[in-house]
């Protein structure tokens, strides 16, 4: 599947550190070249993209499979958020095209581009954790996402007096997966090789410490692409 991994956030996101060196990531955004979220948006105002055309503008992770479009260079953050609020829209339909699958990482808070972004979703992918009072919070100020959210407990821990089973008993939870904290995967994101990091434990037998945590990822990956009517065994055959 081609997908494309974007966010919205004004500072860099962990998304660009995760997998591209941090060299790397300052050479995009010193140089002259015209890739990112900036050139996209000035490029989608005034002129209409073809649907392979979004792609000249990111940065390829795996070829043919997944992209990232790199944050701003920004530095007026006002003029940032009033420059992406007016072609956010056209951007999406413009990715949807040609990407079989787009995550946009939001920026938390509760901002007018978060908020497009989330209604134009199909589907809602909350990161919480094992903390009641968070929970108790997106209960209380996130009912409105509720019906298209898929909750994921990141950090978790199955020794939690919260555990995945008292956490659905409490506040009824139906669409919801865990992703145990694993060492090796946050040292490889803070090396921005979040990416070799699956390779090389992708197929992780039971006795392999990085087992449980490749479990994990992959029944949350199964369970998006379902929940996205997305036939898993057909992509697993292609």
Known sequence: MRILMAHNHFDKSALEYAFIDRKNIYHELTDLSDTGIDAL???IKFNKLEKNDISSYTTTIL???L???CGTRNTNKELYLNNLKSVI???LQ????????VFVDTASGNND???IIIEKSDLVIVNLNQNVLVLEDFVNCFGDIKDKAMIILSRYDKDSRYNLKAIKRRFGFVNIHVIPYNIGFADACSESGAIDFFLKNLNAEKDDYNYYFIKAV???AEAILTQLGIDTEQKKAN
């Open 67 to 69: 992209d990232l479009l």
């Open 218 to 220: 992959r029944e949350a």
């Open 94 to 101: 413009s990715a949807v095209k040609y990407y079989e699958l």
């Open 63 to 65: 070829k043919n499979r």
């Open 41 to 43: 948006s000035r490029v």
């Open 89 to 91: 829209q056209m951007i």
């Open 113 to 115: 581009i978060s908020c």
